[in-house]
Each structure stands twice: as C-alpha cells, then as structure tokens.
C-alpha cells in the first residue's frame, strides 16, 4: 500500500462509504480527499492542515457540507438530496468558471484595443 493510502483511515461516515461505492477503483482520487476531509472536519486541523483542508473545501463544497453533517450532527443525507446537492453545486461551479472566463476574456479584449489603438489597426476588435 503506498504510503498516502496508510495514513487514513477507513471510511467514518456513511455518506463516503456510499461514495466509494458509487465511483469505484476509478474514483479513487476523489475518494481520497474525501477520506482526507471525513479525517480534518471529524478531527480537527493545526497549521499547514488547514490550508489542505481550505483547498478541500473550496474544491468539493457540497462533500464537506454533507460529512460535516453527519459527523457534528448526526444527520446522514438522503441519496436523493445528495443528487439535488451535487447538481447545484456543478452549476455553480459551471457558473463561476463561465464568470471567470468572461471576464478574462473582457480584459484581452480591452488590452487588445489599447494596442491596437496604439499601433493604429483599425481591426481591434470593437471598432
């Protein structure tokens, strides 16, 4: 076993168990910043923990949301309202990239018509 894998325990919720079982050897990636979340939100982080923990988060929101759930209040989320959870929080992320893209697309654009302006092209876009 490769040493990443021997420093987590098996699953402690049900909701990461139902996961394993849902994406399978192919997931195994995920499967694994779940069990590193299950671990920091059940245990607590200290120091450069935090920061791994703050990127699990921010990568998987509606994970976190529902093993923290489980682990601090005993409630286990129902396999339909974890499908409803896990398309808005797609859509969201869909959303924000789209916001992202647009705005860095805004930005070339006005840095094109600057240099554009400036060497004198009459084909910046805009004009």
Do not use: N
Not at 61 to 72: D, G, M, Q, V
Not at 111 to 120: E, K, V
């Amino acid at each position: 076993m490769s040493r990443k894998w021997s420093r987590l325990d098996p699953p402690r919720t049900v909701f990461v168990r139902d996961r394993v079982e849902e994406v399978g050897w192919d997931g195994r990636d995920y499967i694994y910043d779940l069990l590193r979340l299950e671990r920091y939100l059940d245990e607590g982080v200290h120091s450069m923990a935090a920061i791994d923990l703050g990127g699990l988060k921010s990568l998987y929101p509606a994970e976190a949301r529902c093993i923290h759930e489980e682990l601090k209040e005993g409630r286990v989320t129902p396999a339909s309202e974890w499908a409803a959870r896990k398309e808005r929080a797609q859509k969201r992320e869909e959303d924000r990239l789209a916001a992202m893209l647009a705005a860095e697309e805004a930005e070339e654009r006005a840095f094109w018509i600057r240099i554009s302006a400036a060497a004198g092209d009459e084909r910046a876009p805009g004009r």
